[in-house]
């Protein structure tokens, strides 16, 4: 059956029409030709017949197997305007546009953190990303989105796997490249008995990594800090991080130019400081928080760093107990919430006398729907930058600002 494709969908796959209805379509263009049969709403295997200026050789050898890329057969021009029209697009859908005042994208081998999963096998392991749509671990050699140090580390990280894990499991790696080495946070692995541990602490020393975490249970050999401003921060196994430190300099930079002069800043799901730290160079800060492990490593961070004005910390489930307007009377408020967004927390900040509200959002659709809250709320979205540090694949993150009409 013939298709063309009209766009591509949120998640990266092209949208073909045909004679039999519409259907989701990976590795194609807009105004392609395809061929190939749909089952259950998916064409598996799309023969492309007419290819899109727009396509390019992809470089990765991995590609049309791995589910960590959707869009290496693109061009760097094609991705870099779809990924902002998707951000336009879920505003629009709400009602809402604002200027682009930048776009940054993260160059090639960038990814300092990344989650791989793996697997053992009777001829060893598995190690990479799980294929496009499925449960099945493309196991890989060379990847074109990680830095050269976690790519050159992937045989130990297979050795861990055949070590550690179970035949009838996977494990979860998250993988972080910091200035002290590898910091390798395992789950789902098998019980530290003393055998394992004494195995995993002679990988953990052959690969020189600055700590191995395995289902809580760390071998520190360095603390693995990163820099954030001056700060260094030790974050907990696994904590969440900016994917690559050019997308967090870039996201940073935006947050710098947004709240200039503001004297007193409340950092929302602050997380372990990337925003709370080096904003505390130049103002007072309140770190909020869901989880004690983050913003005990923030705490820590600050202590050891001098020249800081003042932090204080407090842990709150935002999602479920929002800061009230009578405790949102800052200069101005930065916000980075969860892929679901802050729906909650918008209408407080809606409701409040906030004039100056830097959002930052990893979900345009999420971050369109608060964006109509605060906007309804006297929140107007004055400019916007698209942040790309997951290359080649659908994810795209925002820094917009708001000012109070």
């Known amino acids: 059956m013939i298709w063309t494709v009209e766009r591509l969908g949120r998640k990266g796959?092209?949208?073909?029409?045909?004679?039999g209805g519409r259907a989701l379509a990976a590795l194609t263009l807009p105004g392609e030709v395809i061929e190939g049969e749909a089952e259950d709403g998916r064409i598996a295997s799309p023969r492309i017949v007419t290819p899109a200026p727009e396509r390019v050789r992809p470089p990765c050898p991995h590609y049309r197997a791995c589910g960590g890329c959707a869009l290496m057969h693109g061009s760097e021009a094609f991705v870099k305007a779809w990924k902002v029209g998707v951000v336009t697009q879920a505003l629009r859908a709400q009602g809402l546009s604002a200027p682009i005042a930048g776009?940054?994208?993260?160059?090639?081998?960038?990814r300092r953190r990344a989650v791989l999963s793996g697997r053992r096998t009777k001829k060893g392991a598995l190690l990479g990303f799980h294929a496009r749509a499925s449960e099945v671990i493309v196991d890989i050699a060379d990847c074109h989105v990680l830095r050269p140090a976690i790519q050159s580390a992937l045989p130990l990280l297979r050795r861990l796997v055949a070590a550690g894990a179970s035949r009838a499991g996977e494990l979860s790696l998250t993988v972080t490249d910091t200035p002290a080495g590898l910091d390798v946070a395992v789950a789902g692995g098998k019980p530290m008995e003393p055998g394992l541990f004494q195995t995993l602490s002679a990988l953990a020393d052959e690969g020189d990594l600055a700590r191995l975490?395995?289902?809580?249970?760390?071998?520190?050999?360095?603390?693995?800090?990163?820099?954030?401003?001056?700060?260094?921060v030790v974050p907990p196994p696994g904590g969440f991080l900016q994917a690559t430190a050019e997308g967090e300099a870039a996201l940073l930079a935006a947050l710098r130019d947004m709240l200039r002069g503001a004297g007193r800043v409340l950092d929302l799901f602050a997380g372990c400081g990337t925003f709370t730290l080096p904003l505390a160079e130049a103002a007072e800060v309140h770190a909020v928080e869901g989880l004690a492990a983050p913003l005990q490593a923030l705490d820590a961070a600050a202590r050891r760093s001098p020249g800081l004005r003042r932090i204080t910390t407090e842990?709150?489930?935002l999602a479920r107990r929002p800061l009230l307007p009578d405790e949102l009377a800052y200069d101005a408020i930065v916000i980075d919430p969860p892929r679901a967004g802050a729906e909650a927390q918008a209408r407080e900040l809606a409701r409040s006398g906030v004039g100056r509200l830097a959002w930052v959002s990893c979900d345009p659709v999420t971050f369109a729907r608060d964006a109509r809250i605060l906007a309804e709320g006297g929140l107007a979205l004055t400019r916007l930058f698209v942040v790309?540090?997951?290359?080649?694949?659908?994810?795209?993150?925002?820094?917009?600002e708001f000012r109070r009409r």
């Open 13 to 19: 796959d092209g949208v073909a029409v045909g004679t």
């Open 388 to 400: 790309d540090q997951f290359r080649w694949s659908p994810h795209v993150e925002t820094a917009a």
């Open 103 to 110: 776009v940054h994208v993260s160059p090639p081998r960038s």
């Open 213 to 232: 975490s395995w289902d809580g249970q760390s071998i520190t050999r360095r603390p693995p800090a990163l820099p954030m401003g001056r700060a260094q």
């Open 315 to 317: 842990i709150r489930d």
